[in-house]
């Protein structure tokens, strides 16, 4: 346990579907991070929040709509995504400001879009 | 980020020290050395990190030449638990440009057999 959960652990999607995937925090962190995980690829990052504010766009589709509400919990609204788009998908949270702000993973979702 | 070079995969055998070698020869001055690790198709778990100095903790130990050229991960009496990818990650911690972003490679295989 790290103290990152997210949910669901697997989501299987037609193409025009609208899904969400949901990330929380448990360890007090002021930064939030996706990352996508495609078959035999490296993780890239998606996106970074910073107190709640978005700091980081990796040149995402927008058909991935992320939402920060608050600094514990963080959103990934999928919609009209494509068979490509299958990968597991990793939050991860950090403290930023401290002297060190060494990331800690959740266990990620497995997406399939059909 | 300076990049990082590492084997592809690595045997060891079990109870015996696990050593996972890393190049990072364009290292800058104020970059640290991170190690992950991530079990299949799990999120990647934080091991240990170092900007200069020799680190051990619960999991591992983490040798920093002097020049800081190159690292290594050891596990010192390595079980199948710890058969995994285990990256090695150059970034700037609080403050630098890269703030945040952990750039991941293919990493090292490490197969822990009985």
């Known amino acids: 346990e790290t103290g990152v959960t997210q949910t669901p652990r697997h989501l299987v999607m037609g193409m025009t579907n609208k899904k969400s995937l949901k990330c929380e925090q448990h360890l007090g962190h002021n930064a939030m991070y996706w990352y996508k995980q495609s078959a035999k690829k490296p993780l890239e990052l998606m996106f970074v929040y910073n107190f709640k504010e978005q700091t980081e766009n990796n040149s995402v589709p927008s058909r991935f709509s992320p939402e920060c509400p608050n600094s514990s919990h963080l959103f990934l609204h999928l919609h009209t995504l494509q068979p490509e788009d299958s990968a597991l998908y990793l939050c991860?949270?950090?403290?930023?400001?401290?002297?060190?702000?060494?990331?800690?993973f959740g266990p990620g979702t497995r997406l399939t879009v059909l | 980020d300076a990049k990082t070079t590492q084997p592809t995969s690595m045997d060891c055998a079990e109870g015996r020290a696990a050593n996972l070698p890393c190049n990072h020869s364009t290292i800058s001055g104020n970059e640290y050395v991170y190690w992950y690790r991530q079990i299949h198709s799990q999120g990647p778990q934080y091991i240990i990190h170092g900007l200069k100095n020799n680190e051990t903790n619960e999991m591992a130990s983490l040798i920093i030449t002097e020049d800081r050229k190159s690292s290594t991960l050891i596990l010192p009496h390595a079980t199948l638990r710890d058969t995994a990818v285990y990256y090695c990650i150059v970034r700037v911690d609080a403050g630098g440009t890269s703030y945040g972003k952990l750039t991941f490679g293919q990493g090292t295989i490490l197969t822990v057999h009985p």
């Open positions: 991860a949270s950090s403290l930023q400001g401290a002297s060190t702000d060494t990331q800690y």
